[in-house]
């Protein structure tokens, strides 16, 4: 069972920060995506209700705070610090979203970098300390993120964080117009008793 408000909040891993996506952030959030639209176009969400498209900026923020309000996503944006305790740029977005309390306990994650940091970490790090963050604070059971069996760098991330191939979903999302297949990877709260980012980060150095 849910326990008081579960956002605002920030998470921190030595430069990798994940905090709330605001307003204000339109600016660098759309010169980020702009500079990486072909790298992101082959995994964009698309909508095929008829004369359906994506919500602009101003849009997709305030949807993403009424499910913040309603406890069913935690809206992040990734971002990076060049000096410690300095500002924050951005360099990605992460959302779980699709939150059930009760009997389920569970949500699903997805997430994007910029190209420039793939391979860097990024994406691992910023999924781990998400999953923490739903598995030990929020009393979450199952983490799940569902990925296109063609994208090389997402599947990397999971296999890099340990999470279970739980197989396919044939057409299950529409994405970059037409309807996708996705593969589905899962995660318990019992797989990682001391935390998914120590896990992660101990893979890491050793």
Same mark, same amino acid.
Not at 52 to 71: E, F, I
Not at 111 to 123: I, L, M, N, S
């Given at each position: 069972?849910?326990? =008081?408000?579960?956002?605002? &909040?920030?998470?921190?891993?030595?430069?990798? +920060?994940?905090r709330? *996506? $605001?307003?204000r952030?339109?600016?660098?959030?759309?010169?980020? $995506? =702009?500079?990486?639209?072909?790298?992101l176009?082959?995994w964009?969400?698309?909508?095929?209700?008829?004369? =359906?498209?994506?919500?602009?900026?101003?849009?997709? &923020?305030?949807?993403?705070?009424?499910?913040?309000?309603?406890?069913?996503?935690l809206?992040?944006?990734?971002?990076? $610090?060049?000096?410690?305790? %300095?500002?924050?740029?951005?360099? %990605?977005?992460?959302? +779980?979203?699709?939150?059930?309390?009760?009997?389920?306990?569970?949500?699903?994650?997805?997430?994007?970098?910029?190209?420039?940091?793939?391979?860097?970490?990024?994406?691992?790090?910023?999924?781990?300390?998400?999953?923490?963050?739903?598995? $030990?604070?929020?009393?979450?059971?199952?983490?799940?993120?569902?990925?296109r069996?063609?994208?090389?760098?997402?599947?990397? +991330? &999971?296999?890099?964080?340990?999470?279970?191939?739980?197989?396919?979903?044939?057409?299950?999302?529409? *994405?970059?117009?037409?309807?996708?297949?996705?593969?589905?990877?899962? #995660?318990?709260?019992?797989? &990682?008793?001391?935390?998914?980012?120590?896990?992660? #980060?101990?893979?890491?150095?050793?």
């Amino acid at each position: 069972m849910r326990l =008081g408000p579960i956002w605002p &909040v920030t998470l921190e891993c030595d430069d990798l +920060v994940l905090r709330p *996506i $605001r307003y204000r952030d339109k600016k660098e959030w759309t010169a980020v $995506r =702009g500079r990486n639209s072909e790298w992101l176009a082959p995994w964009e969400a698309s909508n095929p209700a008829p004369g =359906g498209g994506l919500p602009d900026y101003r849009q997709m &923020v305030r949807s993403l705070n009424s499910q913040a309000a309603a406890a069913t996503a935690l809206p992040f944006v990734i971002a990076e $610090r060049s000096v410690p305790g %300095g500002p924050a740029a951005i360099v %990605g977005q992460l959302t +779980v979203s699709s939150i059930v309390w009760g009997s389920a306990m569970m949500a699903t994650l997805g997430y994007w970098v910029d190209q420039d940091r793939a391979g860097r970490g990024f994406a691992p790090t910023a999924v781990a300390l998400a999953t923490d963050h739903c598995f $030990r604070t929020l009393g979450l059971h199952r983490m799940e993120i569902n990925i296109r069996p063609e994208n090389g760098p997402s599947l990397r +991330v &999971v296999e890099k964080l340990g999470f279970r191939d739980e197989g396919y979903r044939p057409r299950y999302l529409h *994405i970059n117009g037409e309807w996708a297949d996705h593969r589905t990877f899962a #995660l318990t709260s019992e797989e &990682v008793p001391e935390g998914l980012l120590h896990r992660w #980060l101990a893979t890491r150095t050793s």
